[in-house]
């Protein structure tokens, strides 16, 4: 099973807002601006990148991992884990993963990919070709043909 499909990667808009704040067109509080619930996922659920907070420079990014789709109940919208994503991939059809870097010191965050995992959907069978239809005009033609030989 290949797992990850149709990877977007963020990475240009992330380089290019972080462009804007240290050129001061764009203020820290409007990038730092991680929701409560982002940064408690983090703390329990995310993975600790080498990357450093871009903003503050105090500590190593953490990585979240948000799954969304309609097959997953009352799992969508939360915060998974890697292997918890695996599981996830080989019990549901396919479903959204997008993964969210927080620094839980100044509350940077960003989206830096979105991904599909899961089964994905068998191809509709097709039907058999039927033969063609007849015409009644070609049921007349016999029939015209039948009462001409009697």
Not at 25 to 37: H, I, K, L, W
């Amino acid at each position: 099973m290949r797992l990850q499909r149709q990877v977007v990667d963020y990475a240009l808009r992330r380089r290019s807002l972080l462009a804007q704040v240290y050129s001061g067109r764009t203020g820290v509080s409007e990038v730092c601006d991680a929701n409560p619930y982002l940064l408690r996922a983090a703390k329990f659920h995310g993975k600790l990148s080498s990357v450093m907070c871009p903003i503050c420079r105090k500590e190593q990014l953490t990585l979240v991992s948000w799954v969304f789709g309609d097959h997953l109940g009352a799992v969508s919208g939360s915060a998974r884990t890697a292997e918890e994503l695996v599981v996830l991939a080989s019990r549901f059809e396919e479903f959204s993963v997008h993964v969210v870097e927080v620094c839980r010191t100044c509350s940077w965050n960003h989206l830096v990919k979105s991904y599909v995992l899961g089964e994905t959907r068998p191809a509709r069978p097709t039907r058999p070709s039927r033969p063609p239809r007849r015409t009644s005009n070609t049921r007349t033609a016999r029939n015209s043909a039948r009462t001409a030989s009697e």
